[in-house]
């Protein structure tokens, strides 16, 4: 069965190298993507029943935009759903027991959710696979600009979310990390403030800034912003510095719930 994603976000296109960063839209491109989830969540982590058609699908699927890495064939290499504040985050309902039973989710038009995140397991050269990954951040990252969104939801891998603090990427855990059933995965819920993400990798890594925030678009609604717009006062974050750890880190395709 194909599901349509349902949703008002404006789109995003943009080249990366040899990789096209945008919107998934079409039946052919989002099959790829249920596909690639289904490879991911269902086969290798076990996170969620196979199905017949090789397929995972889900009910957010209605209201979430998924973006996508292809290459010139078109082939998708790695995905992100994003869900918006206007419909259900997967904190509320299929993850609440990664908060605290008194956390208040935030459900401002200023927020979404990031879930679904993989890179395709297949792809065995480390290197390829954490800059595919550092891609589609960057590709959250003007998606995020692109609909007015500063905060951002992540439920993830424990080891993905010390990869991301690893990047200079600051994220602020929601609560301890909870091993999630069946698999027994040990992953934590948090919350990404993009001003403070700027701030923070515009302090730590000034050149990956500055990549992070300049695109080639081919159409949709991307905007470019520089260190220098990042004029909040700077919070005192523990970030381990360096984007090339990532690289070096013997663990396997990190993903996000």
């Given amino acids: 069965m194909h599901v349509s994603a349902v949703a008002e976000a404006k789109e995003i296109a943009f080249s990366e190298g040899e990789f096209l ?4 839209e079409g039946e052919a491109e989002l099959t790829q993507a249920y596909r690639l989830r289904h490879k991911v969540f269902a086969e290798a982590l076990r996170w969620v029943p196979p199905t017949d058609d090789g397929q995972e699908m889900d009910m957010y699927d209605l209201w979430g935009t998924s973006i996508g890495l292809l290459d010139s064939r078109g082939t998708l290499h790695g995905m992100a759903r994003l869900l918006p504040a206007t419909g259900l985050f997967m904190l509320e309902q299929d993850l609440r027991m990664l908060l605290p039973s008194d956390y208040m989710l935030r459900k401002e ?9 993989a890179i395709d397991p297949d ?13 589609l951040v960057k590709g959250i990252y003007h998606w995020a600009m692109a609909q007015d969104v500063r905060f951002l939801y992540i439920e993830v891998d424990y080891r993905f979310f010390r990869v991301l603090n690893a990047m200079a990427i600051a994220c602020d855990p929601l609560g301890p ?3 999630l059933p069946p698999a027994g995965t040990l992953s934590i819920a ?3 403030d993009i001003v403070r993400c700027e701030q923070v990798l515009g302090r730590k890594r000034p050149q990956v800034m500055e990549w992070m925030s300049t695109v080639t678009p081919t159409r949709g609604n991307i905007a470019k912003r520089t260190v220098t717009e990042y004029r909040e006062p700077e919070p005192s974050l523990s970030v381990l510095p360096g984007v090339g750890v990532l690289s070096r880190m013997q663990t396997d395709t990190p993903v996000c719930v």
């Fill in 21 to 24: 960063v945008k919107t998934l």
């Fill in 109 to 117: 038009r200023d927020t979404a959710e990031i879930t679904r995140l």
């Fill in 123 to 135: 792809i065995k050269d480390k290197g390829l696979s954490s800059r595919l990954l550092l891609t």
């Fill in 177 to 179: 990390p909870v091993a």
């Fill in 190 to 192: 948090a919350i990404m």
